[in-house]
Every structure is written in C-alpha cells, then in structure tokens.
C-alpha cells in the first residue's frame, strides 16, 4: 500500500519535470529560432506558410492565390531579401475552418513558418486568428474581408493582418452604385447563411441603401451546398425588387443566377469579389450573367501600366488571364516580402512591427496602406458581366 | 399565383428525389438492405455521363445509357464485394459496410478528379420556359417528372411481369425457399442491385442537367432524402416511393415558400422522424405483422 503511493508520487513527480523540461525546451526553441533570425531553419531560406483551400468548395480561390504567391515568388527570389530567398510551404486546408486551425498549428509548429499567407475565405481565415495571435507569428489574408479578422470588439488583433479592403466597404460601395448608376429604389438581399463573408457584407449594404433613401423589400437566406433555390426566388419575385444584392460564393450564385433568370426575374443582380471565379460563367451560363455586376478588388481591364505589366507576366506562366485572386495572392507575396526587407530580419515579431508600418506600397491591386486596424485603405473596382466576361465598368475610391 | 408556382417548383425537386428513391427502395424491397452508398452511385452516374458528353462528344442518350450501364456495373461490383461476404451477418453490419462503401466511393472520386465542382454542358436538351398565366415551368423539369414516371412504369413491370422480377419477389419472401425452389439468389440480387444502380445513374445525368453543378459530395444529402421520401411512401414500395419524392419536394418548397428556407432540410427529416413513430410501414404500406 504504501509502496503503491511512493511509486505515485514519483510517478507524478517525473510528469512533472517532463513537463516542464518539455515547455522550457519549447521556449528555448523558439526564441533561439527568433534570434538567429530565421525560424525557417536558419541557412539561407525563410520559409512561409501558405494555408489554402486547395480543395474542397471554394477550392478555385485557393487555387488561384496559390499562382499568384508562386509568380510572385519566383520574380523575388531572383534577387532575394537580404540575400535570403523565400521558401513557400503549402498546406490544404479543405475549404474546413477545423482544417485551416490545424494547418496552422502544423506550420507554425513543425515546419516553423516565420509568417502565415491565407486562407481566402473569413471563415477559414478566422479560424486561424487565435493561433497567430498565441504562436506570435503574422498572418496575412489576402482576400478574407470580414472586418472582424484584424479588429474584433475594437481591439485590434496584433499579429493579422490583410491585403484585401473590408466587408463594410464592398457592401457601401455596392448600395452606392445601385442607387446612383442603376439608380434603383428598392431591393431585395439573398444571403449565405453560413458565411460570415456574407452576413457582413449584407448588413453594411443595407445600412448603406436605407441611408440613401432605398427600400429593403425582401430579405431571404440559404445554406451553403443547397442546389435548389427556386422556391425561394420564387418568393423574392413576388416582392417586386428592382435589384437584388447576392452576396456569396461562386457555386451557389451561379445557380442562383441561373435559376431566378428561369423564374423570369430579369433585375440586376449584385455581388462582391466572391463571384470571381471561371466556374460561375460555366455554372449560371453567359446569358443568365448579363445586366449581374460584381465589386473587386481589381480588374484585368484596368489600363493602369502597374496592372498590365502584371497581367503580362501571368500570362506568360500560366496562359491565362489573372484574376482578382490571383491578383491578391500576388500582392501578398510582395507585402510580406517588403516587411522582411524593411525589418531586416527574419524574425515573426520584427516582421509583424513591419507589416503594420506598411505605407503607400504599390501593388498590383492600389497603393496600400495600413489603417490602425491593419486594414488596407485602397480603391474598389467596380465589374459588369456581358457575355460571360468582366467588364471594368468604374472605380471607386474610399 | 405563387402559390401554384410553389407546387410546381416542388413538383421538379420531388422528381429528383422520387428517381434516386425508385432504386433506392427496391434494393430495400427485395434485400432488405438499405443501401447508403445510393445517393455516391448517383454521383458516379453523374459524372460518367458529364465525361461522356464533354470528352467522347456524345450526346444525351448515349451519356444516359453509358451512365447507366456503368452505375449497373458498379452497384454489382459493390454487392459482390460489400455485402455479399455480409449477407448471413447482423442487420446492423450490413449498414455499416454500406456507410463505409458510400464514403470510400466519395474519397475515391476526389482522389481521382478532385473535389473541385463540374458545371453540365447547357445545350444537352433544349430549355424552354413555358408560361402559363403567370406559372413558369421550363421543359427540363416536365421531362424529369416524365422520366420518373416512365421509369416506375417500367420497373412495376419488370418486378410483377418478368421472369426476372417473379424472381426477385420470391427472394424478397423467403430467400432460402427461394433458393430450394430451383432460384439462383445471388443472381437474382445481383440483377436488383444492376436495376438499382442503374436508376441511379439515369437520376445522376438528370440532376447535372438540371441543376448544373456537380461535385464528388452531391450524392449525400440527395441520398439522405431519397431515403427519407422512401420511408414516407412505405419503403420496398415502388409506387410509395413516387409519391413519397414528389410529397417531399413540395413540402419542401412550401417550407421555403412560406420564408423558412434555413429549415427546409430540418422539415425534411422532422417527417422521417415523424413517419418512423407513428406510421412506420409508410403511407403505401400496410402493418404486416411478422409470421411467427
């Protein structure tokens, strides 16, 4: 008996001191990794994460900041940052938010990433918040817009950060150009109900509309993966909108589009950067997408020479034309690689202290500059669809 | 006006899942298995007939008949391999394999192609919207509502008129008689699963023309309803399972109708639920009492 509580004791005594031996290694670890200035396993690269949806439902804008961060990439380790050169790590995350948590605990862990590029989506993206914020290594989505990912309750998430313009901004930008290009007076919102990306930018749109003298006459929801929604456009047209906002994801909305054009509700129909994707002409067809505009963060329309000489380098690599994602994924590259330039070293820390100087940098996709927030203050792009191709129709600025 | 609007939306969507219930119930009728990897063979219908019409160039009937002759081959391969080795075992054995079946030919459809989604090429048949008084119903869903029809004409047939179908009713009363009776069982079951798969093959082509996008998880919750308008109309009951899709589809549409769009799959599986406590032979089927 007695023997039995000694040996407990003890027992509890050695997992003790593992576990202690065990944090105090991880410590070790991790503030030698800050100091020889390269988590990445020291040398001569820096390793980045990139944690993407490279399948799954919203697998196409995974796909397409994937490119744009290898074209990127690939043009800055030409000459390298302080003679190191940047080495992408790539995990998938499903298009699953558990995913996107555990593939950021698996770079920042295992493959000791000194900074995080993704995911596309808010939802993924803010999956990921806490584990940036706790591992103090920066994260940066290029095309998550739910404000609450870099600001939530007014307290700023010090270690995220975003190449892309917020929710509340599209969803203004949206209701101002149907009360004062398509110069409607009401409108009807169709949201995802399960998309965070969605709700918000709904929300910023009605405040928007009603603001400018609008009417809201329908607000209806569906669910990620619903294939029919004919019932529900049913009832939509018979509120008699002039204009329905969409906010959404490209696999539904195409069939929304689709649908509510068989219903015959010939209305304009609008939405934000979550329509841009190839798959959304394939999915609604060309004619259904007619008189459908979108916001974006970019157009390969633009004439801006910044924008061309980009678009030509895209697509010379991959023989296509670079979409906003692309675009985006782009940028990011060149964000985070002018922070590791400017804080002149690799450490997460450094780099964060960087990314949140960040002014007047010319992308691709503007000129950025960081707000207190660590949201970019740039201009908006507005796009029409006229037989199955984005139109740059005009551009607004903050 | 929108009221008859509803019921004809609803009438369409009952007809997917009144076509994916047809096979869904017979295997259930004559094996007593409910076969949850259905609603994947859908799936694989669906895709077989999109390469057939995009790589080999062929049009709608070949992609039909390809997609059904494939998914035929598939549903027997699957009975071959998953449930026969099964057939003396534990009900609830058999249910589980079925699960693991429809979540390996899921996996496996991503493994080979991805799991990016598909869009149906839109001219396969002609889409016009006939409107009468106000009501638009577009031709792709009269023809669905026809094929179903067709199709559970043609499957009564076989079940009451054939050789083949006298066979299967035999095996669906008693299989070890049935076997003392000169029947070959395994031939017979392997012939219900062919029938079987291969209606949901047919549904599979019809789905992506009708809806457009497909994607290696379409077939779930497809399938999931499938099994639910087949417990409705009294599962193992061809005509139930008819009615049974085409009541689900209009209740569905009538829940969305009405606003509530965010509960229509709750509805959906309140009712099975609901049928299970307090008519669970079904609406078509009568309360046997089990010979002792």
């Known amino acids: 008996m007695k023997k039995k509580r000694v040996a407990g004791v003890f027992f509890s005594l050695m997992l003790t001191a593992g576990l202690m031996a065990g944090c105090g290694g991880n410590q070790q670890g991790g503030s030698s990794s800050g100091g020889n200035g390269g988590g990445g396993g020291g040398g001569d690269v820096i390793k980045i994460g990139a944690n993407l949806e490279l399948s799954g439902g919203v697998a196409s804008y995974g796909q397409s900041i994937a490119e744009g961060l290898d074209l990127a990439l690939e043009e800055i380790n030409k000459e390298g940052i302080n003679g190191k050169k940047l080495e992408l790590v790539k995990v998938d995350n499903k298009s699953e938010a558990a995913e996107a948590t555990n593939g950021a605990i698996k770079l920042i862990s295992q493959d000791k990433v000194v900074a995080i590029i993704g995911s596309a989506t808010s939802t993924n993206t803010l999956a990921q918040v806490q584990v940036a914020n706790d591992n103090k290594v920066p994260l940066i989505t290029p095309t998550g817009t739910n404000p609450t990912i870099t600001n939530k309750d007014g307290k ?37 109900s399960s998309s965070d990306y969605s709700k918000g930018l709904a929300a910023s749109f009605k405040d928007a509309f009603t603001q400018g003298g609008g009417k809201i006459v329908a607000e209806e929801a569906y669910v990620a993966k619903d294939t029919d929604f004919r019932a529900t456009l049913t009832r939509i047209k018979s509120a008699n909108p002039e204009f329905i906002f969409l906010p959404g994801y490209y696999e539904e909305v195409g069939l929304i589009v689709k649908q509510a054009r068989e219903l015959g509700l010939n209305v304009p129909i609008m939405g934000g950067d979550g329509w841009d994707s190839p798959k959304l002409v394939e999915i609604a067809g060309k004619d259904a997408l007619n008189n459908t505009y979108i916001t974006n963060h970019y157009s390969s329309g633009d ?96 | 006006m929108e009221l008859i609007q509803q019921l004809v939306n609803g009438i369409s969507l009952g007809s997917i899942y009144a076509l994916i219930a047809l096979g869904y119930t017979m295997v259930y009728g004559i094996v007593r298995l409910i076969n949850f990897a259905h609603g994947d063979v859908f799936m694989v219908g669906s895709f077989v007939g999109f390469y057939a019409v995009t790589m080999l160039g062929v049009g709608f009937f070949p992609a039909l008949l390809l997609a059904m002759a494939s998914c035929a081959v598939l549903g027997m391969i699957i009975e071959r391999i998953a449930y026969k080795p099964l057939r003396h075992a534990a009900r609830i054995a058999v249910l589980i394999t079925a699960i693991g ?17 598909e869009a149906y090429p839109s001219t396969l048949l002609p889409d016009r919207n006939l409107e009468l008084f106000g009501v638009v119903i577009s031709s792709q869903s009269l023809f669905i509502l026809g094929t179903s029809l067709v199709l559970m004409i043609l499957l009564q047939f076989i079940v009451h008129r054939t050789k083949i179908g006298k066979a299967m009713r035999a095996v669906s009363h008693d299989a070890e008689a049935a076997r003392l009776m000169g029947i070959n069982v395994d031939n017979t079951i392997s012939a219900t699963f062919a ?32 099994f639910v308008a087949a417990v409705l109309g009294g599962i193992g009951i061809i005509p139930g399972a008819m009615v049974g899709g085409l009541l689900l589809g209009v209740i569905e549409s009538l829940v969305s109708g009405l606003g509530y769009s965010l509960w229509r799959d709750g509805v959906a599986f309140v009712i099975l639920i609901l049928i299970l406590i307090f008519r669970p032979a079904g609406l078509f089927g009568k309360n046997v009492r089990e010979k002792v």
């Open chain 2, 101 to 117: 079946v429809s979540l390996l030919i899921e996996y496996v459809t991503i493994y080979l192609r991805g799991a990016q989604p």
């Open chain 2, 195 to 226: 029938i079987g798969s291969a209606l949901a093959g047919a549904a599979g082509v019809i789905f992506g023309i009708y809806y457009t996008k497909i994607e290696p998880l379409m077939g779930i919750l497809p399938g999931l309803k499938a």
């Open chain 1, 303 to 398: 004439p801006d020479p910044k924008i061309q000489e980009f678009v030509k380098a895209f697509k010379a690599k991959y023989n296509k034309a670079p979409d906003a994602f692309n675009a985006l994924g782009y940028d990011t590259a060149y964000f985070l690689a002018d922070a590791i330039k400017r804080a002149g070293s690799a450490d997460p820390v450094k780099i964060k202290d960087a990314l949140a100087k960040t002014k007047d940098l010319q992308l691709v996709s503007g000129t950025l500059t960081l707000n207190e927030n660590h949201d970019p203050v740039k201009s908006a792009a507005i796009l029409e669809y006229k037989d199955g191709q984005q139109q740059f129709k005009t551009k607004v600025n903050p």
């Open chain 1, 156 to 192: 700023v998430n010090e270690f995220v950060f975003r190449t892309c313009f917020i929710d509340p901004f599209q969803g203004t930008v949206a209701a101002k150009f149907a009360l004062n290009e398509l110069k409607v007076k009401n409108a009807a919102v169709l949201i995802d």
